[in-house]
C-alpha cells in the first residue's frame, strides 16, 4: 500500500464532529457513571460485610435452610453487582437485577423467620435497604429510583410491624428507621441526579464548543480553496479563454486548445496544495459515500446518502474530484436553499462507472444569470468534473436542482 493510500485510509477511519459516537460525545457522563458505580461499590461492600456478619452472628442450631437460601440469593446478585461496578462492565444489569431480588427477598422475609426468633433486634436485611435504593440509582431511570427510595423502606417498615405483631414498640423504632432510610435514599438520588445533570451539561456545551470550531474550519477552508480557484482562474483560465478569442489561425487554435487543457489540468491539481487530493490509486467507491457522509455532517445538513448499484475501485483522483464537487453541490442546497428535500443518491456500476446525484427542492436559479465571477458551479463542479474525464450536469427550475456528477471507465 502506497503511502498516499495508507494516509487516506487512516484518514477515513477518524470520525467527523457531526458522527462521532457517543463515547466522544458523552465523555464526562461516561466519567461520571463509572465515579458513581465506584463509589456504590465501595458503599455497598461496606453495608454487604455488615450486614453478613450479622446475618452469620445470628446463625444458630434452628436456623432453617430456607433462611440460608435467602442469604444466598440475596448476596449472590449483590457480589455480581459489586464485580459489575468495579470492572465497569454490565453494571445497569447487576444493579438492577440486585434492586429486584432484593425486593422480593425482602417481602418473603416474615415467612422464613423462625418463631421464637429474636425480634427486638434489626435484621441483617435492613442493612442493605440502601444498598437497594442504590443499585436502582445505577440501573433505572429516575421515576423508577424514587420509587425504589421511597418504597423499599415502606416495605421493610411493614415486614418489621407483621415480624412484631404490631406492637406499639415496633411501631415507634420501625417509623424512626424507615423515615430515616426514605430521607437518605432520597438524599443519594438527588445527588445522583444532580451529578448526572452537570456532567450531561458539559457534555452538551462541548458538543456545541466543537460543531462550532467545525462549522468555523470548514468555511475557512472553503474560503481558502475559493481564493486558490480565483487565483487559478484568474492567472491560467483567463489566459487561456482570452487566446481562444484572439485565435485567428489554425495554430493559435491550437495554442488556445492546449493552454486550455493545461489549466483545467492545474484547475483539478490545485487539490494537491488546498485538499491534499492525493495520488490516482484505485479506491472504493464506498470510500465515496463515506465522504459524502462526511461532508453532509461537516455542513449540518440533515440528509441521507441512499446507495445503488454495485459498489468498485474508481481512480483516486476522479473519486476526490466527485467527492469535492458533491460537496459544493451540497454547500449550495444549503446556503441556497436552505437544504430543503436535500437528497443523494450514490450509484455504482462496478469499476465501469460511479454516479452522485444531489437533489434539492429549493427556488432553483438561471445559469445565464450567475456573474463571471461566481465560481462555485463553474469551477468547482464543471471544470472540476471535466479535468478528471468526468461529467456534471445541473439542470434547475422553479421546483429544485438536480446536479448529476458521473464519471465512466473509458
Request: aromatic letters at 6%; one cysteine or more; proline letters at 2%.
Amino acid at each position: 500500500m502506497s503511502a498516499d493510500a495508507a494516509l487516506r485510509e487512516a484518514w477515513g477511519r477518524i470520525p467527523s464532529p457531526g458522527t462521532a459516537d457517543t463515547a466522544f460525545e458523552r465523555f464526562t457522563g461516561k466519567r461520571m457513571e463509572r465515579i458513581l458505580a465506584t463509589v456504590v461499590a465501595i458503599g455497598s461492600a461496606i453495608l454487604g460485610a455488615q450486614a453478613l456478619i450479622s446475618a452469620i452472628g445470628g446463625m444458630t442450631e434452628r436456623t432453617s435452610g430456607v433462611q440460608i437460601m435467602l442469604l444466598v440469593a440475596v448476596y449472590v446478585p449483590l457480589v455480581g453487582m459489586l464485580v459489575a461496578c468495579a470492572i465497569g462492565r454490565g453494571v445497569r444489569v447487576a444493579g438492577g437485577a440486585f434492586a429486584i431480588v432484593y425486593v422480593v427477598a425482602l417481602a418473603m422475609w416474615p415467612f422464613v423467620l423462625e418463631s421464637d426468633g429474636a425480634k427486638e433486634s434489626q435484621p441483617w436485611i435492613f442493612f442493605l435497604v440502601n444498598v437497594g435504593v442504590v443499585a436502582a440509582l445505577l440501573a433505572f431511570p429516575i421515576w423508577a429510583q424514587l420509587v425504589w427510595a421511597l418504597g423499599v423502606p415502606l416495605v421493610y417498615g411493614y415486614v418489621r410491624l407483621v415480624e412484631g405483631e404490631f406492637t406499639a414498640t415496633f411501631w415507634t423504632t420501625t417509623a424512626f428507621d424507615v423515615s430515616f432510610t426514605i430521607i437518605l435514599g432520597l438524599v443519594i438520588i438527588a445527588l445522583g441526579w444532580m451529578f448526572r445533570s452537570v456532567a450531561a451539561g458539559v457534555d452538551e456545551a462541548r458538543g456545541k464548543a466543537v460543531a462550532s470550531y467545525a462549522s468555523a474550519a470548514a468555511a475557512a477552508a472553503a474560503e481558502e480553496e475559493r481564493v486558490a480557484m480565483a487565483a487559478l482562474m484568474h492567472d491560467s483560465v483567463l489566459a487561456a479563454l482570452l487566446a481562444a478569442e484572439r485565435a485567428d489561425s489554425d495554430r493559435a487554435r491550437d495554442l488556445a486548445v492546449a493552454m486550455a487543457r493545461e489549466a483545467l489540468t492545474r484547475l483539478a491539481n490545485t487539490e494537491a496544495a488546498v485538499a491534499q487530493e492525493g495520488s490516482d490509486d484505485p479506491v472504493g467507491t464506498a470510500l465515496i459515500v463515506a465522504e459524502l457522509r462526511r461532508a453532509l455532517s461537516e455542513l449540518g445538513a440533515d440528509a441521507i446518502v441512499e446507495e445503488r448499484g454495485s459498489a468498485g475501485l474508481v481512480p483516486g483522483k476522479a473519486a476526490r474530484a466527485i467527492v469535492l464537487a458533491a460537496r459544493q453541490a451540497i454547500g449550495n442546497a444549503i446556503a441556497h436553499a436552505q437544504g430543503r428535500g436535500l437528497h443523494i443518491v450514490a450509484e455504482g456500476d462496478g469499476d465501469d462507472s460511479v454516479t452522485v446525484t444531489v437533489i434539492d427542492t429549493g427556488p432553483g436559479f438561471d445559469m445565464a444569470s450567475i456573474g463571471e465571477d461566481r465560481l462555485g458551479i463553474r469551477a468547482s463542479i464543471l471544470a472540476r468534473m471535466a479535468a478528471v474525464a468526468g461529467s456534471a450536469t445541473v439542470d434547475s427550475d422553479s421546483t429544485g436542482t438536480r446536479i448529476v456528477l458521473g464519471w465512466e471507465r473509458t
